[in-house]
C-alpha cells in the first residue's frame, strides 16, 4: 500500500485487501501483491485461529510476523537487531549521498540539500516509530550523528567568528 502502514484487528485483513482492490479498480489502479506486506504481531502463523484467514491473506500479499523480522524501504520491525541494522544501512546510504553532494560550490546550497532531503526524513520516519528503541541502543543512533556533525564541521570549519 503505498505510503501507507495500516493496524488492524487480524480478521480484517482480507476484507480491507479486497476492499483496497475495489477502489483502485474504479479508478484504473492495480494493487501490487508482491509488494503488499502483511505483518503479523504473533509468533506462530500456523497457531493462528481460523478466522484470520492466512491462507486466503498469502494469496493476495506477503505476510510474516514481527518477530521474524522484516528489513524494508520503511521501518524495520522485529528483533532490536533488526532495527539497529537499518539505521546502520540508512545512515550509510546518507554518508555516501553527503559525499555527492560535496561537489557543489556553494557551502549554502549543499547544506540546505544535506538537510532538508538527503537523510533527514529517512530517519525521523525510522525514530518515530522506535525510538525509544534507538535511544536504548546508542550505537545505531550515533552512527546518523556522525554523518551529519563531519559534514558541518566540513562545510563551515572557516566561518566561526568570535564576537
Given at each position: 500500500m503505498?505510503?501507507?502502514?495500516?493496524?488492524?484487528h487480524?480478521t480484517l485483513v482480507?476484507?480491507?485487501?479486497?476492499?483496497?482492490?475495489l477502489?483502485?479498480?474504479k479508478?484504473?489502479?492495480?494493487?501490487?501483491?508482491q509488494?503488499?506486506?502483511?505483518?503479523?504481531?504473533?509468533k506462530?502463523?500456523d497457531?493462528?485461529?481460523?478466522?484470520?484467514?492466512?491462507?486466503?491473506?498469502?494469496?493476495?500479499?506477503s505476510?510474516?510476523?514481527?518477530?521474524?523480522?522484516?528489513?524494508?524501504?520503511?521501518v524495520a520491525?522485529?528483533?532490536?537487531?533488526?532495527?539497529?541494522?537499518?539505521?546502520?544501512?540508512k545512515?550509510?546510504?546518507?554518508?555516501?549521498?553527503?559525499?555527492?553532494v560535496?561537489?557543489c560550490?556553494?557551502?549554502?546550497t549543499?547544506?540546505a540539500?544535506?538537510?532538508e532531503?538527503?537523510g533527514v526524513?529517512?530517519?525521523?520516519?525510522?525514530?518515530r516509530?522506535?525510538?525509544?528503541?534507538?535511544?536504548q541502543?546508542?550505537?545505531?543512533?550515533?552512527?546518523?550523528?556522525?554523518?551529519?556533525?563531519?559534514?558541518l564541521?566540513?562545510?563551515?570549519?572557516?566561518?566561526?567568528?568570535t564576537?
Amino acid at each position: 500500500m503505498d505510503d501507507g502502514d495500516f493496524l488492524c484487528h487480524p480478521t480484517l485483513v482480507p476484507a480491507y485487501l479486497r476492499e483496497f482492490d475495489l477502489a483502485n479498480a474504479k479508478v484504473g489502479a492495480q494493487r501490487n501483491p508482491q509488494k503488499t506486506e502483511v505483518i503479523y504481531y504473533c509468533k506462530d502463523l500456523d497457531a493462528a485461529p481460523p478466522e484470520w484467514n492466512i491462507d486466503e491473506v498469502k494469496k493476495q500479499a506477503s505476510v510474516s510476523t514481527a518477530t521474524a523480522g522484516s528489513i524494508t524501504l520503511g521501518v524495520a520491525v522485529g528483533p532490536e537487531q533488526f532495527i539497529a541494522d537499518q539505521l546502520h544501512s540508512k545512515a550509510d546510504v546518507i554518508r555516501a549521498m553527503h559525499e555527492k553532494v560535496q561537489l557543489c560550490q556553494d557551502p549554502q546550497t549543499e547544506f540546505a540539500l544535506l538537510r532538508e532531503s538527503l537523510g533527514v526524513s529517512r530517519i525521523n520516519h525510522i525514530l518515530r516509530v522506535h525510538g525509544t528503541t534507538i535511544l536504548q541502543e546508542r550505537r545505531a543512533a550515533e552512527a546518523f550523528d556522525e554523518i551529519g556533525q563531519r559534514s558541518l564541521e566540513r562545510l563551515f570549519q572557516g566561518s566561526r567568528r568570535t564576537v
